[in-house]
């Protein structure tokens, strides 16, 4: 269990998974859930943390009028930020990077390679579970990769500010993955 309770909004981008998203995060605290079309009534500083959904209707590169306050948000909030899959494709888009079509939609498990300078104690290779057909090759001097597969940038953070990415979903498999405990190193983070 986590030892911090956070106040935290999960914006839904109509992900299929959202229950299981919103489940992992009540281990970390309170969760509010609000449709990302809603979000501009929000007062964003009564959140500890917000976390922007995957997503199984919209696309980051044909939406980008509906998502516009979303958009927004992840670059006028000081509030810590993380994106799941589509939300990780926002923060890559607002941050100068190509989302590209991959040559088939993955949906599977895959192993991808992090950061050992970031995630301190973690195996090289993490096994997480992976549903898009988007994703993103290079990264512009905003954001740094902390963790890649053989097709793409997987993990992702802002250089300055307290925003992270993750292309894959922590919330699916939690017994099958590893995924769910990068997710959790990521809070530590935040919270230092």
């Not at 269990?1 to 992900?15: E, F, G």
């Not at 917000?50 to 958009?71: M, T």
Request: aromatic content about 10%; some cysteine; glycine content about 6%.
């Amino acid at each position: 269990m986590y030892n911090k309770q956070l106040n935290i909004l999960l914006v839904d981008n109509k992900s299929k998974s959202i229950d299981k998203l919103a489940a992992l995060l009540k281990n970390y605290g309170v969760v509010e859930n609000t449709d990302f079309k809603q979000i501009k009534d929000k007062n964003f500083s009564n959140f500890d943390l917000i976390v922007l959904s995957g997503s199984s209707l919209l696309n980051v590169n044909l939406n980008l009028g509906e998502i516009e306050e979303e958009i927004n948000l992840i670059k006028n909030t000081t509030t810590p930020i993380i994106g799941i899959c589509f939300g990780f494709e926002l923060i890559c888009l607002v941050y100068g990077s190509k989302i590209e079509k991959l040559s088939e939609h993955l949906d599977e498990f895959r192993l991808i390679k992090i950061s050992r300078s970031f995630f301190v104690n973690a195996p090289e290779d993490i096994t997480v579970k992976e549903s898009h057909e988007w994703g993103v090759r290079s990264v512009k001097e905003d954001l740094e990769v902390l963790g890649v597969s053989k097709d793409s940038i997987e993990i992702v953070k802002h250089k300055s500010k307290k925003i992270y990415g993750f292309q894959f979903h922590p919330e699916l498999f939690l017994e099958l993955t590893q995924g769910d405990e990068l997710f959790k190193f990521v809070l530590q983070d935040i919270n230092n």
